[in-house]
């Protein structure tokens, strides 16, 4: 049974920094890609940031240059360092893996950015 576990978020000032973790467990098969996406408001999970198994990288516009996506293989983790945080950041955020025949998803971590 695959599990994504979320952990590393919080409630921060404008400009401080975080880092999520997604700890991955059980066997993936045929990854196309893992990321983070961020739940702000009910039903819309938008995208964040994307490695793919090529090692190519995406990233959202809003995003680009303040956030950067990790992966460590040996660790079965992803991360999402974040700085310059901003209030528009705060959300739910998922972990996600993409393979061939479905996703998988975190059960999502709480980010709460104040002015």
């Known amino acids: 049974q695959v599990q994504l576990v979320e952990s590393g978020g919080g409630s921060v000032q404008a400009g401080r920094s975080l880092r999520l973790s997604c700890v991955v467990s059980?066997?993936?098969?045929?990854?196309?890609?893992m990321g983070w996406y961020r739940e702000a408001t009910e039903n819309e999970r938008l995208f964040v940031a994307e490695i793919y198994s090529s090692g190519r990288f995406d990233y959202a516009d809003s995003v680009r240059g303040r956030f950067t996506i990790s992966r460590d293989i040996a660790k079965n983790t992803l991360y999402l360092q974040m700085n310059s945080l901003k209030p528009d950041d705060t959300g739910t955020y998922y972990c996600n893996i993409e393979t061939d025949t479905q996703d998988y998803w975190g059960q999502g971590i709480q980010v709460t950015v104040s002015s």
């Open positions: 059980g066997i993936v098969e045929n990854v196309n890609s």
